[in-house]
């Protein structure tokens, strides 16, 4: 499933107005960059019936090199079971994790993230997947994005909420609740139950 071509076009706009205003000194280009930004930003809010002021707060707010951003996923076993938790946000179910932060190795982001979301302390045993989010049907996002998909053992802790999350819950393949989509699909909580099922597969990618 490719994402809609507005969408590709606005972030490729979106990307070449940061770097340009990231590297440009002159006042003249600065402001041809900003109107670049605003277009993008026009763009978006056309093909997604968002606003393009609060996008293009948005997009002011991103500085530096523009790249893809890197969303950590951890999938924890019991039993055959998978370890869901419930965003507050849309009220649906999703793999614990985030975007990883500077200075953090992957798979601790990944650990940390597991603990923040869940109360479980879990251990990484492996790289499942890293995928590009524009190809495995997620609605429509700002930015371009990877995620990373390792799968890991329970450690300790028990069932805690935080301030994004509740309801820390082990679901059967067969018994997977609505899934929160901008975070994770039907076809990648499948593709991680082979992942546990057979730990010879290699690392899946694309």
């Not at 940061?18 to 277009?39: N, P, W």
């Not at 055959?80 to 999703?94: A, F, N, P, Q, S």
Request: with cysteine.
């Amino acid at each position: 499933m490719s994402i809609p071509p507005w969408l590709d076009w606005a972030r490729r706009l979106q990307a070449i107005a940061q770097c340009g205003l990231t590297y440009c000194r002159d006042k003249f280009d600065i402001q041809r960059y900003e109107q670049i930004r605003a277009i993008a930003a026009e763009i978006m809010a056309d093909g997604s019936a968002q606003d393009a002021v609060r996008l293009e707060k948005l997009f002011a707010q991103q500085s530096g090199y523009a790249t893809p951003k890197i969303d950590v996923r951890v999938a924890a076993f019991q039993d055959g079971r998978i370890l869901l938790v419930r965003e507050l946000e849309d009220g649906c179910w999703t793999l614990t994790g985030g975007w990883a932060d500077v200075g953090e190795p992957p798979s601790v982001a990944a650990a940390r993230e597991a603990c923040e979301d869940s109360g479980y302390e879990v251990r990484i045993t492996k790289l499942a997947a890293v995928f590009d989010r524009n190809l495995h049907g997620h609605p429509p996002y700002a930015f371009h994005a990877y995620k990373i998909f390792f799968l890991a053992e329970l450690a300790g802790g028990s069932p805690q909420n935080s301030h994004e999350t509740a309801d820390a819950r082990f679901f059967p393949e067969d018994q997977i609740p609505p899934l929160s989509l901008m975070r994770v699909t039907p076809s990648q909580i499948a593709h991680l139950f082979e992942h546990s099922r057979h730990p010879e597969l290699p690392t899946s990618f694309d």
